[in-house]
C-alpha cells in the first residue's frame, strides 16, 4: 500500500505526473480539482457551489473540500494505495489529513512562475473527456480536436491571467508553506518539473525509489470524478 501527495504551482504537470505513476502502481489517482470540475461540468449542486470560486482562481472552503476528500477516501478502492493532487492547500487541510492517514511520501514539482504562465495559458482540455494537453508541447494531431474521443478542446475557465494572478498569490502564501511542514516529517522528494514528463516521471520513481515506467500503450483520458 502507497499513499502519496502530489505537490506544485499550478501547471506543474500534478495531474500528468499522478496519471503515470497510478498507471503502473495500480494506485487511484485522486484529483480534487477534477472532482469539482467533474460537478461543474455535470451542472449538480455542487457544482454550482465552487464554480464562481473555481472561475475566480480562489479556493473552495475547506469545510467543502475536506467532506469531498473525506468521502473519496472511505469509497476503500484504493487496494494498492492513492496519489492524491491538488490538496492538501493550506495548514488546515494539512492537519485534518496528516490526522487521518498517514502518508508515504511528497512528490514535489519544482517549477518558476514564468514557466507556469507560459504553460498554463497554452493549457487546453477537451469538454467531452478531459483530456489534458498543452499547444507548446503536446498539441492534437488536428487543432481545436481531441486526438482520444473527438470532442471539443477548450480552454479552462480558471486558466486566464486574472485567476492564474490569484491562484499563484494563493499558492504561494497558503500552500507553499505546508513544504516546510511535510519536510520536518522527511516527506518530501523535490523534482525539476521543467523537464519533459517522461523525464519528470523517471526522476520520481527513482527518489522514490519505485521501479521505471512501463511503456504506454494506451493513452488513456482521465477518469469522470478524479478517480
Ligand atoms: P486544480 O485542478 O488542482 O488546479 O484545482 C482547480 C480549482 O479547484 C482550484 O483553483 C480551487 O478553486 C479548487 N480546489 C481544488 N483543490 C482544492 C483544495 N484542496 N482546496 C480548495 N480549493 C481547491
Same mark, same amino acid.
Given at each position: 500500500?502507497?499513499?502519496?501527495?502530489?505537490m506544485?504551482?499550478? &501547471?506543474?504537470?500534478?495531474?500528468?505526473?499522478?496519471?503515470?505513476?497510478a498507471?503502473?502502481?495500480?494506485?487511484?489517482?485522486?484529483?480534487?480539482?477534477?472532482?469539482?470540475?467533474w460537478?461543474?461540468?455535470?451542472?449538480?449542486?455542487? &457544482?454550482?457551489?465552487?464554480?464562481r470560486?473555481?472561475?475566480?482562481?480562489?479556493?473552495v472552503?475547506?469545510?467543502?473540500?475536506?467532506s469531498v476528500?473525506?468521502?473519496? %477516501?472511505?469509497?476503500?478502492?484504493?487496494n494498492?494505495?492513492?496519489?492524491?493532487?491538488?490538496?492538501?492547500r493550506? /495548514?488546515?487541510?494539512?492537519?485534518?489529513? %496528516?490526522?487521518s492517514?498517514?502518508?508515504? &511520501?511528497?512528490?514535489y514539482?519544482?517549477?518558476p512562475?514564468?514557466?507556469?504562465?507560459?504553460?498554463v495559458l497554452?493549457?487546453r482540455?477537451?469538454?467531452?473527456?478531459?483530456?489534458?494537453y498543452?499547444?507548446?508541447?503536446?498539441?492534437?494531431r488536428?487543432?481545436?480536436?481531441?486526438?482520444?474521443?473527438?470532442?471539443?478542446l477548450?480552454?479552462?475557465?480558471?486558466?486566464?491571467?486574472?485567476?492564474?494572478?490569484?491562484?499563484?498569490?494563493?499558492?504561494?502564501?497558503?500552500?507553499?508553506?505546508?513544504?516546510?511542514?511535510?519536510?520536518?516529517?522527511?516527506?518530501?522528494?523535490?523534482?525539476?518539473?521543467r523537464? /519533459?514528463?517522461?523525464m519528470?516521471?523517471?526522476?520520481?520513481?527513482?527518489?522514490?525509489?519505485?521501479?521505471?515506467?512501463?511503456?504506454?500503450?494506451?493513452?488513456q483520458?482521465?477518469?469522470? /470524478?478524479?478517480?
Amino acid at each position: 500500500m502507497r499513499k502519496y501527495v502530489i505537490m506544485g504551482v499550478q &501547471g506543474s504537470g500534478k495531474g500528468t505526473q499522478s496519471q503515470l505513476l497510478a498507471r503502473d502502481l495500480d494506485l487511484v489517482h485522486i484529483s480534487v480539482g477534477d472532482i469539482f470540475r467533474w460537478n461543474v461540468q455535470n451542472h449538480t449542486k455542487m &457544482g454550482a457551489q465552487v464554480r464562481r470560486v473555481m472561475a475566480a482562481g480562489e479556493l473552495v472552503s475547506d469545510d467543502l473540500v475536506e467532506s469531498v476528500v473525506r468521502d473519496r %477516501l472511505t469509497a476503500h478502492d484504493w487496494n494498492y494505495g492513492f496519489i492524491i493532487d491538488g490538496f492538501p492547500r493550506n /495548514a488546515r487541510q494539512a492537519e485534518f489529513f %496528516l490526522e487521518s492517514y498517514d502518508i508515504d &511520501g511528497v512528490v514535489y514539482l519544482d517549477l518558476p512562475d514564468s514557466e507556469v504562465r507560459r504553460r498554463v495559458l497554452n493549457r487546453r482540455l477537451c469538454a467531452n473527456c478531459g483530456m489534458d494537453y498543452n499547444l507548446l508541447a503536446n498539441s492534437p494531431r488536428e487543432p481545436g480536436k481531441c486526438d482520444v474521443c473527438g470532442g471539443e478542446l477548450v480552454t479552462r475557465e480558471d486558466d486566464t491571467e486574472e485567476a492564474l494572478a490569484v491562484r499563484l498569490r494563493e499558492y504561494h502564501e497558503k500552500t507553499g508553506p505546508l513544504l516546510d511542514l511535510f519536510r520536518r516529517k522527511e516527506y518530501v522528494i523535490t523534482v525539476d518539473a521543467r523537464s /519533459a514528463p517522461d523525464m519528470v516521471q523517471q526522476d520520481i520513481r527513482e527518489r522514490l525509489g519505485l521501479p521505471p515506467a512501463k511503456p504506454d500503450t494506451t493513452h488513456q483520458p482521465p477518469g469522470p /470524478a478524479g478517480a
